[in-house]
């Protein structure tokens, strides 16, 4: 016979997982920044990571989520960073 433990945890971390993502659902929030100022630029990185960390911070323990958050911040940080050099570079793609 095989005895499988854990289950009971796994299956409370997947609820919280969904609870969790059930807190992005919908606008995650909106940040301005100006691109020609690098001060502008890291406020708006540093107010997502806020946004982020207030709709999912009861969760970072979560072994789903926490590694979730911080991709999103992640990705967040890179596309505010790529917009503002589009901007920059005066592209019309942004």
Same mark, same amino acid.
């Given at each position: 016979?095989?005895? *499988?433990?854990?289950?009971?945890e796994?299956?409370?971390?997947?609820?919280?997982? !969904?609870?969790?993502? !059930?807190?992005?659902?919908?606008?995650?929030?909106?940040?301005?920044?100006?691109?020609?100022?690098p001060?502008?630029?890291?406020?708006? *990185?540093l107010?997502? !990571?806020?946004?982020?960390? !207030?709709?999912?911070?009861?969760?970072?323990?979560?072994?789903?989520?926490?590694?979730?958050?911080?991709?999103?911040?992640?990705?967040? $940080?890179?596309?505010?960073?790529? $917009?503002?050099?589009?901007? $920059?570079?005066?592209?019309t793609?942004?």
């Open positions: 016979m095989i005895k *499988i433990t854990g289950l009971d796994l299956s409370q971390e997947l609820k919280n997982a !969904e609870m969790a993502l !059930e807190t992005l659902d919908g606008e995650l929030g909106t940040v301005t920044f100006d691109a020609n100022d001060a502008s630029i890291e406020a708006a *990185i107010s997502v !990571e806020t946004i982020i960390n !207030e709709k999912l911070g009861e969760y970072a323990d979560n072994s789903f989520i926490g590694p979730l958050a911080e991709q999103m911040k992640e990705h967040y $940080r890179e596309a505010i960073i790529d $917009r503002a050099a589009a901007i $920059r570079l005066g592209s793609d942004v």
